[in-house]
C-alpha cells in the first residue's frame, strides 16, 4: 500500500475566476467543489484571504467558510488563512465562535501574518502597518476569547468576552513561508502550515525548526506539519503540462501587477516572458505537482518520505471547472 493512504489530502481554495464568469457562479462553483472533494474523502477545505486581487473572490473569508460548511455535510471547513493584522481579534473571535456553534466540530482557524494584499490595500484595511509586529500578541488574544471562559466570580464586571466564542475552542493553526511563524507554532505547541503553494525557499528549515522547538500543549501533544503544494492532475503527463500554463500565466500576472483572471491554457509560454519572469514563475510554482496519476503518486511519495509531512493541502487552479474536478479525482486515486 502507498505511503500516501493515511496521509490526510486536503483543499485550500482561493474561489479562481475567469474573467467571462461573474462572482455568483464563481462561488457557486466554489460550492461544488467543496461538494466534490467531501464525497472524495478529503479532509478538510480551507479559504484564502485575500483583497483588492481582480481574479480572486475571496475577501470576506469567514462568509465564504459558511457558504461553504452550510452547503456540505461532514467536511472541515477553515480559512487559511485570516489574515491577523487586518482583524481586531475580537471580531475574528466572535466570527469563528458564530461559526463554530453553527457547525460544530468542523471549523478551522488558521492564522497568518501577511496583509493579503498590497500596502495600499492593507492601510485601507487596518490603518496601521505596524500591526504585524503584534502577531504573537494578538494570536494569544485569540487563543484566550476562544477558549474555555472562567469562573463568572473570577471575572473583572468589564472583561473583554467573545459571544459566541468563548469555550468554542476552535482549533488554531499558524501559517507561514518564513520561520517566523514556524518558531511562533513551536513555542504555542499549534499546528503548523507551510505555505509551499507559493513560496517553498524556506520549507525544509521552517519544518526542521518547528520539530526541533515544538513544545506540547493542551492542543496538541507533538508537532503536527501540514504543507501547500499547487497541483495540476490530468489522465497524462503532457495534458497537465498543458493546463500547467494557467497557473503560468496567472502568477506572471502577479509579479506585472495586473489583475489575476484564470486564462485558457496555452501551446506554449514562449514570448509571453522574459527569462528572469521565467525564472520567478519556475522558483513561485516549483513545489508544483503536475502530472499524470503515476507521476503524481511517485512525487508525493517522495515529498511525504522525504520530509515526514502529517497532511497535504493541495490548490489546484484549472481553467475548466470540469477538469477541477477531474483533478481531484485523479489526485485521490494515487492513494491506493
Known amino acids: 500500500m502507498s505511503i500516501l493512504a493515511d496521509i490526510p489530502f486536503s ?12 462572482i455568483s457562479d464563481t462561488l457557486q462553483g466554489s460550492l461544488r467543489y ?38 456540505t455535510k461532514h467536511i472541515r471547513v477553515g480559512a487559511g488563512g485570516i489574515m491577523l493584522p487586518n482583524h481586531p481579534p475580537l471580531v475574528v473571535a466572535e466570527q469563528f465562535g458564530t ?31 505596524q500591526r504585524a509586529e503584534h502577531f504573537p500578541d494578538e494570536v494569544s488574544e485569540l487563543q484566550s476569547l476562544l477558549g474555555p471562559s472562567q ?6 464586571d468589564k472583561a473583554v468576552r467573545a459571544i459566541p466564542g468563548e469555550d468554542t475552542n476552535v482549533p488554531i493553526w ?22 509551499g503553494h507559493f513560496a517553498p525557499r524556506f520549507l525544509s528549515d521552517a519544518i526542521a525548526l518547528y520539530r526541533r522547538e515544538f513544545t506540547p500543549s493542551a492542543m496538541l501533544d507533538k508537532p ?35 489583475e489575476m483572471w484564470l486564462k485558457p491554457p496555452i501551446d506554449s509560454m514562449d514570448g509571453l516572458w522574459s527569462e528572469q519572469e521565467k525564472n520567478y514563475v519556475d522558483s513561485f510554482l516549483s513545489l508544483s505537482i503536475c502530472g499524470g496519476p503515476a507521476t503524481i503518486k511517485h512525487r508525493l511519495e517522495v515529498f511525504v518520505e ?9 490548490t489546484n487552479d484549472l481553467y475548466d471547472s470540469e477538469h477541477r474536478l477531474r483533478a481531484l479525482d485523479i489526485l485521490m486515486s494515487v492513494k491506493q
Not at 11 to 22: C, F, G, I, K, Q
Not at 151 to 156: D, K, P
Not at 174 to 195: I, N, T
Request: neutral net charge.
Open 306 to 314: 522525504q520530509l515526514g509531512i502529517d497532511e497535504l493541502m493541495f
Open 151 to 156: 469562573q463568572r466570580e473570577n471575572r473583572h
Open 99 to 129: 461559526l463554530a456553534s453553527l457547525y460544530p466540530g468542523r471549523i478551522d482557524l488558521g492564522l497568518g501574518r501577511a496583509p493579503g494584499s498590497d500596502p495600499v490595500t492593507s492601510l485601507a484595511l487596518n490603518r496601521d502597518n
Open 11 to 22: 483543499l485550500l481554495e482561493l474561489a479562481p475566476m475567469r474573467e467571462d464568469s461573474t
Open 224 to 258: 503536527y506539519v501540514m504543507v501547500g503544494l499547487p497541483l495540476v492532475a490530468a489522465p497524462t503527463d503532457a495534458e497537465a503540462q498543458h493546463l500547467s500554463t494557467t497557473s503560468k500565466q496567472r502568477i506572471l500576472a502577479l509579479i506585472r501587477g495586473q
Open 174 to 195: 499558524l501559517l507561514g513561508s518564513s520561520l517566523f511563524s514556524a518558531k511562533l507554532a513551536a513555542q504555542r505547541g499549534l499546528p503548523y502550515v507551510f505555505a
Open 34 to 71: 467543496a461538494q466534490h472533494a467531501e464525497s472524495l474523502g478529503f479532509n478538510r477545505f480551507w479559504l484564502a484571504e485575500h483583497h483588492n486581487m481582480p481574479g480572486i473572490i475571496c475577501s470576506a473569508t469567514s462568509i465564504l467558510i459558511g457558504y461553504i460548511a452550510g452547503g
